[in-house]
């Protein structure tokens, strides 16, 4: 490594990874909160979607706290400035928030499959789901064993002066992060067979394809996040280039926690800002009469001829959640004075 300026030598990209992660963290908390709030008081219809990007969030803020020790021990800063203390413990704090990472990843996926699977009735979409959910919790059984026994000892992947070896680091990035975008932009195509059977005008069923398929950001975030896993992978300076690959990590995790939830907030914007309500949500409503994407429910009809008979027999305990009506019940409050 060649030597610094001393301008360099007191470089600091730590504030600016801060800043990043504590932004997109607070907007999936807020996000979050406001998805239990609709499903348990105003839909009151909460479901294990709800608990599982719940519990998601919780492991995003586990993997939010790991990165801001590693920039307490460094990151952002140049390696030839820190202690060999420094250095340790800020990649001990980076072991810590790979599986945090994972596993809050993975829950997401998981949350936004089970999402599907309220709303998806042809039997091969509902099958496409479920094997993408057996890929997606394999991967993340995979990940979880290759992280934690990627050097032996464990020791060895924060202290290289342990005896020992590891596996190749960089390779099992590269492949995580590969299957991470598949999975994403598996998760961006589904909606479009979800919804091809609506009754509706094509900028309707394209508008509703798009909320659906908000998951897309988060696989733009994963390519974003393996350049800068390359970058990472060439370096002489790690603590200085490390920062990318952390905060594309919390980015494509929180906005995948983010695009999970936007589609469950639709009474939550019928009650509170009803002009503002979409009519694509509107049009989703009217066109499957027996189903409330947004509180996850369906119902048996005599107009529930778009579904198979096998999907309404074996669904016939669901309920619609009549948000519609809910807030038609409230008209006065809204005109008085």
């Known amino acids: 490594m060649s030597s610094l300026s001393e301008e360099q030598l007191h470089e600091n990209k730590g504030p600016h990874i801060i800043a990043i992660i504590a932004t997109f963290t607070s907007v999936a908390l807020i996000a979050v909160s406001l998805r239990l709030y609709t499903r348990m008081k105003i839909v009151n219809n909460p479901s294990h979607e709800d608990l599982t990007i719940l519990v998601a969030l919780i492991f995003s803020i586990a993997t939010s706290i790991c990165q801001g020790f590693q920039v307490h021990y460094g990151m952002g800063r140049h390696l030839q400035t820190l202690t060999l203390d420094q250095v340790i413990n800020s990649l001990k704090a980076l072991f810590a928030s790979i599986i945090m990472y994972n596993l809050g990843l993975t829950l997401t996926k998981v949350s936004i499959l089970f999402q599907y699977l309220r709303i998806a009735f042809d039997s091969n979409v509902r099958k496409a789901c479920w094997i993408l959910m057996s890929i997606t919790l394999f991967n993340c059984l995979s990940t979880f064993m290759t992280g934690v026994l990627s050097c032996y000892p464990v020791e060895k992947f924060w202290?290289?002066?342990?005896?020992?070896?590891?596996?190749?680091?960089?390779?099992?990035?590269?492949?995580?992060?590969?299957?991470?975008?598949?999975?994403?932009?598996?998760?961006?195509?589904?909606?479009?067979?979800?919804?091809?059977?609506?009754?509706?005008?094509?900028?309707?069923?394209?508008?509703?394809?798009?909320?659906?398929?908000?998951?897309?950001?988060?696989?733009?975030?994963?390519?974003?996040?393996?350049?800068?896993?390359?970058?990472?992978?060439?370096?002489?300076?790690?603590?200085?280039?490390?920062?990318?690959?952390?905060?594309?990590?919390?980015?494509?995790?929180?906005?995948?926690?983010?695009?999970?939830?936007?589609?469950?907030?639709?009474?939550?914007?019928?009650?509170?800002?009803?002009?503002?309500?979409?009519?694509?949500?509107?049009?989703?409503?009217?066109?499957?009469?027996?189903?409330?994407?947004?509180?996850?429910?369906?119902?048996?009809?005599?107009?529930?001829?778009?579904?198979?008979?096998?999907?309404?027999?074996?669904?016939?305990?669901?309920?619609?959640?009549?948000?519609?009506?809910?807030?038609?019940?409230?008209?006065?409050?809204?005109?008085?004075?």
């Open 159 to 337: 202290d290289d002066r342990i005896s020992g070896g590891c596996l190749n680091k960089s390779a099992l990035w590269f492949a995580n992060a590969g299957i991470n975008i598949f999975q994403d932009f598996s998760l961006v195509i589904l909606p479009v067979f979800i919804l091809r059977q609506l009754m509706l005008p094509r900028r309707e069923k394209i508008s509703l394809i798009l909320i659906l398929g908000l998951g897309g950001l988060a696989g733009i975030a994963s390519i974003l996040r393996l350049y800068s896993i390359y970058i990472l992978s060439a370096s002489e300076d790690v603590t200085w280039d490390n920062p990318g690959a952390a905060t594309w990590s919390s980015v494509e995790l929180n906005v995948g926690i983010i695009c999970a939830s936007l589609p469950t907030l639709r009474a939550f914007i019928t009650k509170h800002f009803p002009h503002a309500f979409s009519s694509s949500f509107r049009s989703l409503y009217h066109a499957y009469p027996n189903s409330d994407p947004a509180s996850g429910t369906t119902r048996n009809t005599r107009n529930s001829k778009y579904f198979s008979k096998k999907f309404r027999t074996k669904h016939n305990d669901f309920e619609v959640q009549d948000i519609e009506s809910g807030v038609k019940q409230e008209p006065s409050q809204n005109n008085e004075g």
